[in-house]
């Protein structure tokens, strides 16, 4: 599995919290430039997993390489330093912090890279006229541009995104995901944790189905039939 | 008129307190640190100074240009080596620490240095006074409050303008989505405490100019700090200052009306304000 090409190459990764654990034995890669689903049911460990990927949560130094380098028991700043970043589930905006400055925030690590203040405004036009407010001023949807244009600010070769679909309207899950193609094609590798399984598989190269913190299914959107996913997805 | 000048001393000795308080006021609001050795890290600040008087024969202003950056380094240090250790979930831990080392500075101080009263003498300058329509108003005093002042508006200036004070701010709302963004919290904390311990040792320095210290005067300096904070609002530094100068205001009026209501009157007036505004005056709108 360890492929030295590989961008990421994850072997056995077991994590949780205290006595609680979540994952167990995961194992995947990741070639640069791919978009990754991963996919599963509340408590399938999805966030734990991307927690461990960028350094929340302590794991063994070898269960994570990141361009041929072993990550694993890095701390979070760190690993952002590496070119890992994480867009948290809930989005956690800096509420003492305008718009903009959760973005400048973003790059605060100066990683270089095609991803600038004015890039973002690009890619989200909305933001520029209410950079002014504070970040949780904003709507829903609003606020998760922001997060992900804070993730973007820091030039990171892998982008992990947690949930960005959560609690919003279908039109602005829409808006959101109209930014992936503008994402990869800077060459920016990501990984997309879903539970929404058809907004995922239809934005994806290759998925991974979690259940009980073990991988129970991974293929290509096109191979996988509805009901091999539904009984990986619900262990029915 | 007698009033009037009154209430002009108690504002420019608020400047005073307002330093004794933004220290405090920078640690609790970044990292949620109570530092109950702050009134000792005043008087160790003071006795730095003597020492550098008496041996380089420096004045005591001119002394600042030393004490500032060991203090600056000193807290710094302080931070990495001890104070990071105890931060945590738990807020008892930071608070047995810093008790701890308030007991351990006075007892250093009063070793090295014994009770005497030491008074840091800044010459002509103590009592050089400008007039203002009738009110005669002491130079030094207009110092103090003129470096507080700068202090507060560089401070602003440095949390609002600058990638370490954005950094700062985010810390103190959220660390672990801070660290996410590759703020390394032990070195911002580290950086807080220096900028904490670098006003605290320009405090330290007036205090021992303004009045005579011995190594048991740093608690009653810390509650002036903590009133001060309180009083303002946690998290403002403008409110800091403001909270700083009520108190000020307070102990000199209630010290006009006697010598010996001038303590009283600045309690008073602190648990007056936290009846009626229990998060002070001007609290951060976020918490």
């Known amino acids: 599995m360890s492929n030295q090409k590989s961008l990421l190459s994850i072997e056995k990764l077991c994590a949780g919290y205290g006595d609680f654990q979540a994952l167990f034995d995961i194992s995947l890669t990741l070639e640069q430039g791919e978009t990754v689903a991963i996919i599963g049911s509340n408590g399938a460990g999805k966030s734990t997993f991307l927690r461990s990927l960028a350094g929340l949560i302590k794991n063994q130094p070898g269960a994570v390489t990141f361009k041929g380098q072993a990550i694993g028991d890095l701390a979070a700043n760190q690993v952002l330093e590496r070119g890992i970043a994480l867009v948290p589930e809930g989005r956690k905006l800096f509420p003492s912090l305008s718009v903009e400055e959760n973005l400048l925030i973003g790059a605060y690590s100066k990683r270089p890279g095609p991803w600038t203040l004015a890039r973002i405004y690009q890619l989200f036009p909305v933001l520029e006229k209410l950079r002014k407010r504070p970040g949780t001023a904003l709507s829903g949807g609003q606020q998760q541009m922001v997060a992900i244009g804070r993730g973007l600010m820091a030039n990171p070769h892998l982008l992990l995104c947690d949930e960005i679909s959560l609690g919003l309207a279908p039109t602005t899950i829409k808006d959101i995901y109209a930014a992936l193609p503008s994402i990869k094609a800077d060459g920016t590798t990501v990984i997309l944790v879903e539970q929404d399984i058809n907004q995922a598989l239809s934005v994806c190269d290759r998925f991974y189905c979690f259940q009980e913190g073990r991988v129970s299914l991974t293929g290509r959107p096109g191979d996988a039939d509805k009901a091999q996913i539904k009984a990986a997805y619900f262990g029915i | ?287």
């Open chain 2, 1 to 287: 008129m007698e009033w009037l000048n009154t209430l002009l001393q108690g504002m420019l000795l608020g400047g005073l307190y307002a330093m004794f308080a933004v220290g405090l006021s920078l640690m609790f609001g970044i990292m949620r640190l109570v530092n109950i050795a702050h009134g000792d890290f005043i008087v160790l600040a003071s006795y730095l100074a003597l020492m550098v008087v008496n041996h380089l024969g420096f004045s005591p202003l001119a002394s600042l240009l030393v004490v500032v950056p060991l203090m600056f380094c000193f807290g710094y240090l302080l931070q990495r080596l001890l104070l990071n250790r105890t931060l945590g979930t738990d807020i008892l831990p930071p608070l047995l620490v810093t008790f701890g080392l308030s007991i351990i500075v006075q007892n250093l101080l009063l070793e090295f240095f014994s009770a005497d009263s030491q008074k840091l003498s800044q010459g002509d300058l103590e009592v050089a006074s400008v007039g203002f329509g009738g009110l005669n108003v002491g130079v030094m005093p207009l110092i103090v409050f003129a470096s507080a002042l700068l202090i507060i508006a560089g401070l602003q200036l440095l949390f609002y303008k600058t990638s370490v004070g954005r950094a700062f701010r985010a810390t103190s709302d959220d660390q672990r989505t801070a660290r996410l963004m590759g703020v390394n919290n032990a070195h911002i904390f580290g950086w807080a405490m220096a900028l904490a311990m670098a006003v605290v040792s320009i405090a330290g320095v007036f205090l021992a100019i303004r009045t005579s210290f011995d190594p048991t005067v740093g608690p009653a300096r810390l509650l002036y700090g903590f009133e001060a904070v309180i009083i303002g609002g946690l998290g403002s530094l403008w409110g800091t200052l403001a909270g700083g100068v009520i108190l000020g205001v307070a102990q000199a009026l209630g010290a006009k009306i006697d010598p010996g209501w001038q303590i009283l009157a600045g309690h008073l007036v602190f648990l007056l304000i936290l009846v009626v505004r229990p998060r002070g005056l001007f609290p951060r709108s976020v918490d």
